[in-house]
């Protein structure tokens, strides 16, 4: 899940490879969940408040920066951020 300004969980493990998050927008204002790290980069589209967001990907081993990158890097400096381990 992810609000105003969190995901929950900030913290992500998982397996490397193919991967379904869902997420569903319990805030307010619009977000997104973007993964970033390793010369990997995906994200969702803009989940409005109280809709949900799907991103599939496959994902390599390594560690790697989630944020909302909307509001010009504010969601994130407000706390939408976490780590996602993939091993």
Known sequence: AMGDYYFKPADIN???GKVKFLLTNEGKVA???????NGFDEGTK??????EGVLEVTI?????????????????????VGTLTAK
């Open 60 to 80: 390599p081993a390594g560690v790697y920066k989630t944020f909302c990158a909307l509001g010009g890097g504010d969601h994130e400096k407000q706390g939408s």
């Open 31 to 37: 977000h997104r969940f973007e993964i970033t790290g």
């Open 46 to 51: 803009n989940v409005l408040a109280g809709e």
């Open 14 to 16: 998982i397996k490397p």
